[in-house]
């Protein structure tokens, strides 16, 4: 028997309240439960510390156009004998749009046979790509390359 005042949560009724409250909800608040996004420098700071980072060695491999952001095919190789004393350590790229900067860092040795990787990255929009080795004797270089995004992958509020 229910009576004017008397309330029984039903299905619909949690649905449509649950709906409601993320409907006002302010932007505001769904904005700080976000982690703040690192600039693209303080990542690649992260990982060469204050080492110098030069160009060359690196040959990066992006397409200029990019129809989907959300996988755009990407090859990375680094001119080294890959050695027991002369190889790369890590390969790590870069990129200046997306929420994680850092897209991903490999770790390479002289066992790794070849220096090179190859993958699919999101692009959430036209951007540069950086792709930074870090070799054996504690040098670093750089290649970048920019593409241009038409349909954006990894977009935020």
């Known amino acids: 028997m229910r009576g004017p005042m008397s309330w029984t949560p039903d299905r619909r009724r949690l649905?449509?309240?649950?709906a409601a409250l993320i409907v006002l909800t302010p932007q505001r608040a769904l904005a700080v439960a976000r982690p703040p996004?690192?600039?693209?420098?303080?990542?690649?700071?992260r990982f060469a510390g204050e080492a110098e980072i030069r160009p060359g060695r690196v040959h990066l491999d992006l397409p200029p156009?990019?129809?989907?952001g959300n996988a755009v095919p990407l090859a990375v190789s680094v001119d080294s004998p890959m050695s027991a004393?002369?190889?790369?350590?890590?390969?790590?790229?870069?990129?200046?749009?997306?929420?994680?900067?850092?897209?991903?860092?490999v770790h390479l040795g002289p066992k790794a046979g070849r220096a090179a990787i190859t993958t699919r990255i999101r692009l959430a929009d036209t951007q540069t790509v950086t792709a930074i080795?870090?070799?054996?004797?504690?040098?670093?270089?750089?290649?970048?390359a920019d593409a241009i995004?038409?349909?954006a992958a990894c977009v935020e509020g």
């Not at 156009?65 to 989907?68: D, P, S, T």
């Open 15 to 18: 649905l449509v309240g649950g």
């Open 37 to 45: 996004r690192e600039p693209t420098a303080a990542a690649i700071r």
């Open 65 to 68: 156009l990019v129809e989907n």
């Open 85 to 105: 004393t002369d190889f790369v350590r890590r390969i790590a790229v870069f990129n200046d749009k997306n929420p994680q900067p850092n897209v991903i860092t």
């Open 133 to 144: 080795a870090e070799l054996s004797d504690g040098s670093y270089w750089s290649a970048t």
């Open 149 to 151: 995004v038409t349909l």
